[in-house]
């Protein structure tokens, strides 16, 4: 009697597997010196079925770009603690970014260090995701300001740049945070939830730096030269 055939993975599966690889070699490689050889002896199959299912490099580095992308929105919202105020809001949705930031530092390093400086076509795939993150950061800081009751000191203008600051400064600490937790200069917090995981206490320690100063700003107090 023959060996029984092997069970067929299905395409689906197949391809996530392709791109889990392309991830970790376009993250630790660079996507210059990525090769398609490579991933596709990390995924365990042959190099024609990469380029059969996935097409050529360019498009399965776009491929991946869009679904870290999402992933990353989907946890950023997912995290965020629905009907409650504005900054327990954003400390949430912050909690969640740098979580999943830290949980998937090869997904990380493609979308903020790889694509951006990969070409116009890559870097509008991200500026598309971190725009909406910024819109998500605007309209939780427009709610603070309405909830202190200083909607109208506050133009759009100011607000939407301090999203902007946030949001930028997230991506740095983010940055940070992934280096120290490789290289040993920072050690995790304990296991647990809120503001004892690594992830909250970043989240925390951003808040404290920005939305404090921010709150001075919702009492009508502005800094001056």
Known sequence: MGAAKSKRVPRAVREQQMMDAAVRTFAR??????????????????????????????????AVIRRESAALVAAVTAAVEKGAPADRQLWSGLTGFFAHTSEHPD??????QQARSQGESFASEV???RAEIVG???????A???????????????VAGLAHALVGAAESLADWANVSATDGTSPPGPAGDGEQTPAG????TLMNFAWSGLGHRMRGERWTP
């Open 136 to 142: 998500f950061v605007t309209a939780l800081i427009a």
């Open 144 to 158: 603070a300001a309405k909830e202190a009751g200083c909607a109208g000191e506050l133009a759009d203008r100011e």
């Open 107 to 112: 997904g990380w390093a493609v979308l903020h």
């Open 29 to 62: 490689r660079g996507y210059r010196a990525a090769s398609m050889d490579e991933i596709a002896e990390l995924a365990g199959v042959s190099k024609p079925l990469v380029y059969l299912y996935l097409n050529s490099k360019e498009d399965l580095f776009s």
């Open 127 to 129: 500026a598309a995701m």
């Open 201 to 204: 206490e970043a989240a925390a």
